[in-house]
């Protein structure tokens, strides 16, 4: 008998680098190499401060539950740290801990879309916008990020051209899954005349934020007049190689932040308590870990794209930002006779053991489409192991 399940869930879409990556798995436990560059995962350990004082936290006693909206001193550190880097005016009340920082795109749409309403976001993206948007009624309108001069850009004309009297929402993702791409200065300035012209709220998602190698990071959300129309995706996963601990916060005005720490309740009661009190001290102790995870990335980064230009049909720019490249291989495909992005992956996969997403993984292709892209993450991999595959994925290309 099969299970009758509710009819919305022919909206919810997933994250298809996690099948990826269970595809990997599946291969590698057959005896084979596995070259993993498919999901944002990170093989870097966790500063061991953090580790320490979670530990510590935990025989302390700190394994009840806690305040739904996160432990005071963390949300107070966390609204100062931001603050820091964003040149914004955050409190305490400003910010809610969640359970990682994907569990606050959720709830951005729970508290912040009627069912109809248009929601702007990026194609290619993080899939789980495209899922949470259609999940919950509302009408996902994609806008483009395609290839400028030195790196991927969003094509700002067409995001002014698809609002509409029922666009109430952006997703901006700036620092970029999967493209790497940053807006610049004046992007983010015109963005946020948008927002405030046609009176759109905006989720910030920061996943990236301090995942940068040179100069600073900028959010819409410091700009006047900002704060109040963005709510931010915070998350402890990349910056403090913490992704399987799951800890994040949304950040943002007064009430909305209500709304949230309330869903939390509804949710998950509150986000671990003992890890609360880690990320306090990843936040205010020592940061040569944290330092030396951009310095590994930074490193893998540059032997990544070094080797994917040299191969015969594949274009990749270096992104100053994220773990994530996102080559073009639109030649690479035609010379192995291959326009599926499946049968390229698979392929590929099943000959040399490197894995990687493609642009199917990030939402659905828009009409007149004509590149092919993979996606490669270089968080879960050593330089040593991106020679290696990455030697092995040219010969494939190029025979
Ligand atoms: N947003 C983006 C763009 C991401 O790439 C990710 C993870 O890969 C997340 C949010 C969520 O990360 P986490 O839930 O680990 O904080």
Same mark, same amino acid.
Not at 123 to 126: A, E, K, Q, V
Not at 268 to 271: L, M, T, V
Not at 321 to 324: C, K, P
Not at 359 to 363: A, L, P, S, T, V
């Given at each position: 008998m099969t299970t009758k399940l509710?009819?919305? &869930?022919?909206?919810l879409g997933t994250e298809t680098a996690f099948a990826v990556s269970a595809e990997a798995a599946a291969h590698a436990a057959k005896g084979n190499k596995i070259y993993p560059f498919? &999901? $944002? %995962?990170?093989?870097i350990p966790t500063p061991g401060n953090i580790v320490e004082a979670t530990i510590r936290a935990m025989k302390d006693g700190k394994t009840g539950y806690c305040p739904n909206y996160g432990i005071p001193r963390l949300r107070e550190i966390l609204a100062e740290d931001i603050n820091r880097s964003h040149g914004t005016d955050y409190a305490m009340e400003n910010v809610a801990i969640q359970? /990682?920082?994907? #569990?606050v795109i959720n709830k951005f749409f729970l508290a912040m879309m009627n069912p109809g309403d248009e929601v702007l976001y990026p194609? #290619? +993206?993080?899939p789980i916008y495209e899922s949470q948007i259609e999940f919950h009624d509302g009408v996902a309108v994609p806008y483009r990020y395609v290839e400028g001069e030195n790196n991927f850009e969003f094509v700002l004309g067409e995001i002014e051209e698809a609002i509409t009297p029922k666009t109430r929402l952006l997703v901006l993702n700036d620092l970029?899954? #999967?493209? /790497?791409a940053e807006c610049s200065e004046r992007q983010l300035q015109k963005v946020a005349e948008l927002a405030q012209k046609y009176d759109l709220f905006v &989720?910030? %998602?920061?996943?990236?934020? %301090?995942?940068?190698?040179e100069g600073r990071s900028k959010s819409l959300?410091? &700009?006047? /007049?900002m704060a109040e129309r963005c709510l931010i995706l915070y998350t402890f996963s990349k910056r403090f190689a913490m992704? $399987?601990?799951?800890l994040g916060a949304a950040v943002g005005p007064e009430d909305l932040i209500d709304t949230i720490a309330k869903l939390n309740v509804n949710d998950?009661?509150?986000?671990n308590h003992f890890i609360q009190y880690g990320a306090i001290e990843g936040l205010t102790g020592d940061q040569s870990e944290p330092k030396e995870i951009l310095r590994v990335l930074k490193q893998r980064r540059d032997k990544a794209v070094d080797l994917l230009n040299d191969i015969e049909g594949i274009r990749c720019f270096k992104p100053n930002?994220?773990?994530?490249l996102f080559p073009n291989a639109t030649a690479a495909m035609k010379n192995k006779g291959i326009t599926d992005y499946e049968q390229f992956r698979k392929t590929a996969l099943a000959e040399t053991g490197v894995s990687f997403c493609t642009?199917?993984?990030? +939402?659905r292709p828009l009409p007149g489409e004509t590149e092919l892209y993979i996606r490669l993450a270089y968080? $879960?991999? %050593?330089v040593g192991e991106i020679e290696e595959g990455l030697a092995l994925f040219k010969q494939f290309v190029e025979r």
């Open positions: 509710a009819q919305r &869930l022919s909206r498919h &999901l $944002g %995962d990170m093989n359970p /990682g920082g994907k #569990p194609s #290619p +993206g993080y970029q899954n #999967p493209t /790497g &989720l910030c %998602d920061e996943a990236y934020f %301090d995942i940068r190698y959300a410091s &700009l006047p /007049g992704t $399987g601990w799951r998950e009661s509150c986000s930002a994220t773990f994530y642009r199917r993984h990030f +939402g968080s $879960g991999i %050593d």
